[in-house]
């Protein structure tokens, strides 16, 4: 994994586009480089909801959801700088590049 966060569209969604601020509700599955999974929407039975671009989630996905649509499933390598960093959360050791398959399933803007 590099030091830049690295993202690959899976599928192309046809929704509404993630912004900064916006309130969105994702499916994920956050896995660590030897595939074990520390964090997962799915196995909870519900979606997570966050504000996004304001520093609430970590900066890998303040910078990698930007511009994914509603419908869209996105891969995001996430190096530790952009992650958790030196801190150690659960699952994660200290330095930890993440892995995070996210489904993008509503955007809510104060538009709405």
């Avoid at 690295?6 to 480089?33: H, N, P, R, S």
């Avoid at 039975?45 to 419908?71: A, H, N, S, Y």
Wanted: hydrophobic content about 35%; overall charge neutral.
């Amino acid at each position: 994994m590099t030091n830049k966060l690295e993202i690959f569209d899976l599928i192309v969604g046809e929704g509404k586009t993630c912004v900064k601020g916006a309130l969105i509700t994702t499916q994920y599955k956050g896995t660590l480089e030897d595939g074990t999974v520390f964090d997962s929407s799915y196995d909870r039975g519900q979606p997570f909801q966050c504000v996004i671009g304001t520093r609430r989630v970590i900066q890998g996905w303040d910078q990698g959801l930007m511009g994914m649509k509603v419908g869209g499933k996105r891969k995001l390598l996430v190096p530790a700088h952009l992650g958790y960093g030196e801190r150690q959360m659960g699952k994660i050791q200290p330095n930890s590049n993440l892995i995070f398959e996210i489904e993008l399933l509503e955007v809510l803007t104060r538009d709405d």
